[in-house]
């Protein structure tokens, strides 16, 4: 899963603006359409991904002002972006 946002860099948040899915294409992952195991009875390889991957927050405007969260009074549960 991708989520395409706002960087704001002074406060360092992540606003998102519209996510999509990208299939990843490994033969050994459970959530791709190349799963080289019939997924029907279910999976039984150890060797498969079981997990999806965390989103990847890809930043695709940049902002010079802080968030409108931090602008109100602080930051509130908006998803920093430093890791």
Same mark, same amino acid.
């Given at each position: 899963?991708?989520?395409?946002? $706002?960087? +704001?860099?002074?406060?360092?948040?992540?606003?998102?603006? #519209?996510?999509?899915?990208?299939?990843?294409?490994?033969?050994?992952?459970?959530?791709? $359409?190349? +799963?080289?195991?019939?997924?029907?009875?279910?999976?039984? #390889?150890q060797s498969c991904v079981r997990l999806m991957a965390l989103p990847v927050k890809n930043p695709i405007r940049l902002s010079p002002s802080v968030c409108s969260s931090c602008q109100i009074g602080g930051p509130v549960a908006v998803g920093a972006m430093k890791s």
């Open positions: 899963q991708i989520i395409d946002g $706002r960087y +704001h860099t002074p406060c360092g948040h992540f606003v998102s603006m #519209s996510t999509r899915v990208q299939d990843c294409l490994r033969p050994n992952c459970l959530f791709s $359409r190349r +799963h080289m195991h019939p997924i029907a009875q279910g999976c039984k #390889s």
